[in-house]
């Protein structure tokens, strides 16, 4: 799991099928120090999350298990939205 910035959406009315129904977000993965992003990706949402937040992304099999398809055409799938991050612990 890892933690992302929402940055963008993706519409798509052509697509495979087990994408129909499914909002598509555009993310910003946060580097592990949390200060810098890295890589960006498209990730299925599956929490109703916005432009701006901060999310929880898991990816592989995790992604497809997310959306009940184990056959979907997922990568990525955003299953969390960050309320707070606390990095006093580390």
Do not use: P, W
């Amino acid at each position: 799991m890892q933690i992302a910035k929402v940055v963008g959406t993706v519409v798509s009315t052509k697509k495979n099928d087990t994408l129909v129904g499914h909002k598509l977000l555009i993310v910003r993965f946060l580097e592990k120090n949390l200060k810098s992003y890295g890589d960006t990706r498209i990730a299925v949402d599956t929490v109703g999350a916005g432009v701006g937040e901060l999310v929880l992304c898991v990816s592989g099999a995790a992604s497809r298990n997310a959306v009940c398809n184990t056959s979907a055409s997922i990568d990525a799938a955003i299953v969390g939205i960050v309320d707070s991050l606390d990095m006093n612990g580390s």
